[in-house]
């Protein structure tokens, strides 16, 4: 079982930068396939970024893509997702997600393929 803690939401003019912060507990986060997803009022939840086990693959949605950087620090059970040039509609409730499947090599943007959620945290981008 793992927990997800997300944290670094808030209100941020645009053009702005944010960090996020997921914060994972257990001792296989760094066997596992990390995403950031988000959701609008009114939307579905889409796919933001995903980074493999390591760290040394990334894939991103075009709409972040060049914008957003995502990372982890395996030794601190942590994911990141560095969000910079923020637009308006970036505002969303922004969620981490892991899945289960230990050493993933594949890409992953679906949410039914992830297996654990935080509770998200809130980025409103300001005009």
């Known amino acids: 079982q793992v927990q997800l803690v997300e944290s670094g939401g808030g209100l941020v003019q645009a053009g702005g930068s944010r960090r996020l912060s997921c914060a994972a507990s257990g001792r296989t986060f760094s066997m596992y396939y990390m995403g950031w997803f988000r959701q609008a009022p009114g939307k579905e939840r889409e796919f933001v970024s995903a980074?493999?086990?390591?760290?040394?693959?990334?894939y991103y949605a075009d709409p972040v893509k060049g914008r957003f950087t995502i990372s982890r620090d395996n030794a601190k059970n942590t994911v990141y997702l560095q969000m910079n040039s923020l637009k308006p509609e970036d505002t969303a409730v922004y969620y981490c997600?892991?899945?289960?499947?230990?050493?993933?090599?594949?890409?992953?943007?679906?949410?039914?393929?992830?297996?654990?959620w935080g509770q998200g945290t809130q980025v409103t981008v300001s005009s």
């Open positions: 980074i493999n086990w390591s760290g040394d693959s990334t």
């Open positions: 997600a892991a899945k289960s499947w230990k050493y993933y090599s594949g890409r992953s943007s679906i949410p039914y393929d992830y297996d654990y």
